[in-house]
């Protein structure tokens, strides 16, 4: 019998990868999903239930009806600025909501929890790269907001026998290298697709916010990993949890910094389209530098990612990028 893998937010951009990498893995993932930003369609032939994540009776049903012996949360809002702007709308969906997850999957004696937080609970590096050790002291309510969750699993693990696995994303990006999923946000803050749709024609130009940072060109430098490299070390973290429990973080990236304006220069460099730019101001929030040390990823799940060069990351997202208007129209 396969295991059944509850994937929330499984119907988005992270998620929808995830429910692929699932499925090749003999795994069968149940999706929950309101839709909001999600597409029903990327998860077309995987049992799907469209509901918000707060309604209690929805996920006690959901855990009724269906084995499930884990759960891979993805649903977070994730804007920085906007969480900035509107803290309240944070703390509400991605540690309120998250929490009666918490206690559905306490009452079902579902015991293993796999969390999507972010390089956000680290604030201003004080060095880099960035490995598990390093102080944790968000600068936005995004990142406060995660670091709540992970701090609420901690305390799940002592009372409830939760075992859980954090799993501190450095910008995720590019796309599935079969073109099938991509990056589809409305409104899309991500940069790597606002710079493609510049070079593709659907938005006129790409915003650079600030270019008076303390980098080599005074633009922010982030640490891109490819999404399908995030969804194995997803499926290696479900089977240490599996084997042997735990409460485990790990911070995931490839080790090397980019800065805007490298991003920029790099998908250039693929499309063969010169990028119109603009000069905004700084968002509020905004680290200029961070760069993770995955090297206990590397040692404890033994995850190698796959699509670490920052051109393949571009072409796949690219590859999505020109085939997402004919797949947007199908659905």
Not at 202 to 213: A, K, L, W
Request: glycine fraction near 8%; proline fraction near 6%.
């Amino acid at each position: 019998m396969q295991a059944h893998i509850l994937v929330v937010g499984g119907a988005g951009y992270v998620g929808s990868h995830m429910v692929k990498r699932l499925r090749h893995a003999r795994y069968q993932p149940v999706v929950l999903d309101n839709l909001s930003q999600g597409r029903r369609a990327a998860v077309a032939g995987v049992p799907l239930v469209v509901a918000d994540l707060h309604d209690e009776t929805a996920l006690d049903v959901l855990f009724q009806a269906f084995p499930i012996q884990a759960v891979m949360h993805f649903a977070s809002f994730i804007q920085v600025g906007e969480s900035v702007r509107d803290p309240s709308r944070y703390y509400e969906n991605n540690v309120g909501n998250t929490l009666g997850l918490l206690k559905q999957m306490a009452r079902h004696k579902v015991r293993h929890f796999i969390f999507s937080s972010t390089a956000a609970i680290f604030g201003n590096p004080e060095y880099v790269p960035i490995d598990e050790q390093h102080p944790r002291a968000p600068i936005n309510p995004y990142g406060k907001s995660k670091l709540m969750v992970e701090e609420m699993l901690d305390d799940f693990a002592q009372a409830y026998r939760l075992h859980s696995c954090c799993l501190r994303y450095f910008n995720a990006a590019g796309a599935d290298p079969e073109a099938e999923l991509g990056e589809c946000h409305e409104p899309e803050t991500h940069l790597i697709p606002l710079v493609l749709q510049a070079a593709g024609g659907r938005r006129p130009s790409v915003t650079i916010y600030g270019d008076d940072y303390a980098t080599p060109d005074g633009t922010c430098i982030r640490d891109y990993i490819h999404v399908q490299d995030l969804c194995d070390a997803h499926l290696l973290a479900l089977r240490k949890l599996e084997a042997e429990g735990g409460s485990l973080r790990y911070n995931l990236g490839n080790g090397n910094g980019y800065s805007i304006r490298e991003v920029i220069a790099a998908a250039e460099r693929v499309t063969g389209r010169q990028i119109a730019q603009l000069k905004g101001p700084r968002r509020d929030g905004d680290p200029p530098r961070l760069v993770a040390d995955a090297a206990r990823a590397r040692n404890e799940l033994g995850w190698r990612p796959r699509f670490a060069d920052l051109d393949t990351i571009i072409r796949h997202a690219w590859a999505w990028e020109q085939r997402r208007p004919h797949w947007e129209l199908a659905f």
